[in-house]
C-alpha cells in the first residue's frame, strides 16, 4: 500500500455511488458491552442476518477482534470472510475509507479521521484509536492505495453520493465544533470536493433528532439513483422532526445535481417513535459509570438507513407497533428499487446500538485491481 | 471458508513443493522482547530485508499485532501487504496452514494443532493460543475451505515435500513427548499422509544440536528439486553433529521416494558455530524470571534454512568468522539452483530469535482460486 498526498480529485478519481456495482461488503462483528446489551447476544444474530442476505449477491468480509473470531466464525454463514481487525465498536460505515476509482477501474483508499462522532466535545466514546486506524488497515488488507486524509475528521455516514459528482451531507454534523473547528464551511466544502473527487456539494441542515452522530445524512436522507433521493418524513406536523425533514425538502427541490439536474425526492414514512425497554437497557454496562441508554429517550429510527446491494436493498424493520409501517415502508421501496428485491431485516437490535443496516457495513465498488482480498 | 472434516488425500489434494510455484508469502513482524532483543529493532531490518526480496518476485503479507501495525507500515516497502493478526511470536513457518491443491487448482488450507514446540513438556513459551490460531484465521483471510486437524501437533518446519508424494521429516521432532503422545509413529505417518496427501514418508533421526524446535528437518535437510535434497553437513568429524549428519546421509541414500527414485543428496557445509555475545542477552527480556539466551549455548545456525521464492532463494548469512562460509555456502547453492538467484541476507539478528529465514516465512502456492487476499 502507497501512503498519496495528493488527491482523489487531482489524480481523476471519484467516488462512486452506492447502488453503482459493488465488489463487496465490510461488516464489524459487534462486541462493545456498553453499545449492545446483553454480550450483543441479540444484535450478533441481526448483524448475521444482514451479512447473510447480502452475501447473497457480493462478497461480504467481517471485521473481528482477536477475543471474538472464533464466536463469529461459529455464528456466521462458512461464505463470509471472517478477519481479525481491532476496532473500538461496530460501525463499518464510518469507520472505512471511501473507496475511489477512476475511468480505468484503478480503485484507491481515501482515509480520513475518526474521532467517535465529536470527539472530547461530544463523541460517544474514548478512546477511539482502534477505530481510527481501520481505514489505513482496510487500504493495506484490499491492498489499495491510500490518501491520506487523516487530519479531517469525517464518517462514511455522513455523506451520500450519486457516483456523478454530487454530495449530500448536513450541516449539523459537519459543522459540528466536534468534527473540524478550524475550518469554515467553504474550507470544508472544498476538502470534501477535493479529497473525493465531487463537484458539488448539497448542504442539509439537520437530520433526526436523538442521532447520536449529530445528524448522519444517511438516517435522513440518501441517493437512491441518479437524480433521486430518499428523504425520511415524519408525517405529524405537530413533531419538531416534521419541521427539519420539510426545511431538507425545501433545500433538495431548490437543488442542482453537478450536471445540472433537478432531484426527484421520494419520502419514506417514518416509524412510529421507538423506546428502549428498562430489561434492554438493563443489559448494557455502563460507561465511565453512566448508562448509555434510557427508556425515556427515543432511538434515532428511520427506514431510510438501508443497503444498497447488487441486487438487494436490505432495509430495517422494527417489528411491534411498527409491523404495518414496515410493510408500508417497504413497498414504497420496492417501487423505487424495481430492479432489486427489497428485504426487510428485523433490527431493532442493530438500532439500539445506535445507527441501523447502512452504519453497518461499508460497499467496495466493482474495480479492475488484479490483487484483492475476497 | 467452510471447514471440512474429510481429508486432503481422500478429498484428492495434495502438498505442493516449495521449489514449485507460489502465490506468495506470508510472514509475521517480531515483537516479543524475550525472542527479539532490544524491542527487535534489528530482527525487524532483517526481516523487512527478507521480505523486500521476496517481494521482488512474489506477494507479501506481513501479520502484525494491533500495537505495531504503524511501525510496521512505516518499515516496510509499500509493495508489501500489511495486516493485522495476533500471534504469540513472529514463526510463519510453523503457525501458518500447510496449503494444499488439488489437479483443478483449487487450494484448501491444513489447519494443524500447534502448542510451542512441546507444550507444557518441553515449549518455548506458555500461552500459545494466538499463535494456534493462526491457521485457521489464513484459511479465512486467503478464502480457503480448511480441514481441521488441530487435534494433531505439527508444525510447518517439521516436514519438507516434494510435490509428488514424498515428505521428509525427523523422528526427534515427531516422536517428542511435546507433539502426539499418545500416537505410534506408524499412526503419525498415516496422519501426515491422510492429512496432506502424501505417500511416503522419510524418516531422519535427528537434526540441528541446540534447535529449540526438538529438531525441525527445515534446518538441516529439505527438499530443492524432485529427488534432489539439501542436507546441512557438518565436516568436522569430532563434532555431535557431524554423527546425526552422517547418520541422515545413510537414511537418505538408502531412501527412494513415493515414486520410486533415489535421492541425490547435497552437502551444504554448515557455519562455524555462533554465539551470542553478552550485550546481545541483555537486551533479552526474562521468561518466568528466567534468560531466554545465555552466550555460552550455540545457535542453532544452518544455511539449509532458506526460503525458496519464484526466481530467487532467500538464505542466510552470518557474516564474522563465517564471511568465507557464507560465499561458499552461496556458490553451491548458487549451482543446486540454476533458474535462480541465490541473495544472501545477514540473518544473524534472526537466528538469535531461535530460527531462520525458512522459520519466518511460509509459502502459498499457484492456485485457480477466484477471490484472493494479496
Not at 471519484?14 to 453503482?20: C, I, S
Not at 471474538?68 to 471472517?82: G, K, M, T
Not at 428485523?346 to 465498488?365: E, F, K, M, S, V
Request: net charge negative.
Amino acid at each position: 500500500m502507497k501512503i498519496l498526498h495528493s488527491s482523489a480529485k487531482r489524480d481523476g478519481f471519484y467516488l462512486p455511488a452506492e447502488f453503482d456495482r459493488h465488489y463487496g461488503c465490510v461488516m464489524i462483528f459487534p462486541e462493545r458491552a456498553d453499545s449492545w446489551q446483553y454480550g450483543a447476544i441479540n444484535a450478533r444474530r441481526a448483524f448475521a442476518n444482514v451479512a447473510g442476505e447480502i452475501a447473497k449477491c457480493e462478497r461480504v468480509t467481517m471485521l473481528v477482534s482477536h477475543r471474538e473470531y472464533q464466536n463469529a466464525r461459529l455464528i456466521l454463514p462458512p461464505d463470509i470472510r471472517v478477519v481479525e481487525m481491532s476496532s473500538d465498536d461496530a460501525w463499518a460505515r464510518d469507520v472505512s475509507p471511501e473507496w475511489v476509482i477512476n475511468a480505468d477501474g484503478v480503485m484507491r483508499g481515501v482515509s480520513f479521521g475518526f474521532n467517535a462522532w465529536g470527539g472530547l466535545y461530544d463523541g460517544c466514546y474514548f478512546p477511539w484509536d482502534k477505530d481510527n486506524a481501520v481505514s489505513s488497515k482496510l487500504c493495506d488488507l484490499y491492498d489499495a492505495d491510500m490518501y491520506d486524509c487523516e487530519d479531517f475528521i469525517l464518517e462514511g455516514g455522513s455523506i451520500s453520493a450519486d457516483g456523478r459528482g454530487t454530495l449530500i451531507t448536513t450541516e449539523s454534523c459537519l459543522l459540528s465544533p466536534g468534527r473540524n473547528p478550524k475550518l469554515t464551511k467553504a474550507q470544508i466544502e472544498a476538502r470534501l470536493c477535493d479529497s473525493l473527487g465531487i463537484q458539488k456539494v448539497i448542504w442539509l441542515k439537520d437530520g433526526i433528532i436523538g442521532d447520536e452522530t449529530n445528524g448522519h445524512t444517511d438516517n435522513i436522507c440518501v441517493f437512491c439513483s441518479p437524480y433521486e433521493v430518499l428523504l425520511a418524513w415524519e408525517e405529524d406536523e405537530n413533531s419538531p422532526q416534521h419541521a427539519i425533514c420539510r426545511e431538507n425538502l425545501e433545500i433538495l427541490e431548490n437543488a442542482l445535481t453537478a450536471d445540472g439536474h433537478k432531484l426527484t425526492v421520494h419520502k419514506i414514512p417514518q416509524p412510529r417513535p421507538i423506546y428502549m425497554t428498562e430489561e434492554e437497557c438493563g443489559g448494557l454496562e455502563l460507561y465511565n459509570g453512566q448508562p448509555t441508554r434510557t427508556p425515556t429517550e427515543p432511538l434515532s429510527a428511520s427506514y431510510v438507513n438501508l443497503f444498497i446491494a447488487n441486487d438487494r436493498v436490505i432495509m430495517p424493520f422494527f417489528g411491534g407497533e411498527n409491523a404495518e409501517n414496515d410493510m408500508r415502508a417497504r413497498d414504497i421501496l420496492q417501487k423505487i428499487f424495481p430492479d432489486r428485491k427489497v428485504v426487510g431485516i428485523y433490527a431493532r437490535d442493530i438500532l439500539i446500538g445506535g445507527g441501523n443496516i447502512h452504519c453497518i457495513t461499508h460497499q467496495i465498488p466493482a474495480h479492475n485491481m488484479p490483487y484483492i482480498g475476497g
